[in-house]
Structures are given as structure tokens and as C-alpha cells.
């Protein structure tokens, strides 16, 4: 089985289908056993599919702590003042 540092290593590779047939076998059988792995690559693809919706979402005014700050001093946000993510991509 291939180490986490493979699979993290070879994760954009991966998640874009540009891995040899073999190399994709190991690392889906490391993410059956690799439950942080597993939540990793899940997370790089959902990023993914939310990165290429083009729509524009608020944080709701309820979410304060970290996800709020973040949201607020992401480069995409300085200087609009508004918790506002602005994608970018095809639907």
C-alpha cells in the first residue's frame, strides 16, 4: 500500500485522472484503508466543484469564529467589506 506522503504528493495528479492505471489502484486502495487520506481527497474534490461555480455566495450572517474570518481577509475579499466568495469557472 502506498504511504500518505504518496497520496499526498500525487493527490492533484489524482483527483484529474493523470496517474497511471496502477498508481490510481494503489492510492483508491490506500483511501479504503486511509480515512485521513480519504477525507483529503474528498475535500480537494468538492473544493473543486465549488471553485468552478461561477455563482456568488454570502456567509450567512450566523456564521462568526474562524470561517468567518477567513471568509473576510481572503485575498478575493479585501477591500469589499463583505464576506463574499467570488467564483470563477464553467457550471
Not at 504511504?3 to 484529474?16: E, G, I, Q, T
Request: charged share 25%.
Amino acid at each position: 500500500m502506498v504511504p500518505c506522503r504518496k497520496v499526498a504528493a500525487d493527490l492533484s495528479d489524482f483527483v484529474d485522472g493523470e496517474v497511471s492505471l496502477e498508481l490510481r489502484a494503489e492510492i483508491e486502495h490506500h483511501l479504503y484503508w486511509c480515512r485521513r487520506c480519504s477525507v483529503l481527497v474528498d475535500s480537494v474534490r468538492k473544493v473543486l466543484i465549488i471553485s468552478g461555480d461561477e455563482r456568488t455566495f454570502e456567509v450567512p450572517v450566523g456564521v462568526r469564529g474562524s470561517a468567518g474570518r477567513i471568509s473576510e481577509t481572503a485575498p478575493w475579499n479585501l477591500g469589499t467589506g463583505q464576506a463574499q466568495l467570488h467564483r470563477t469557472g464553467a457550471r
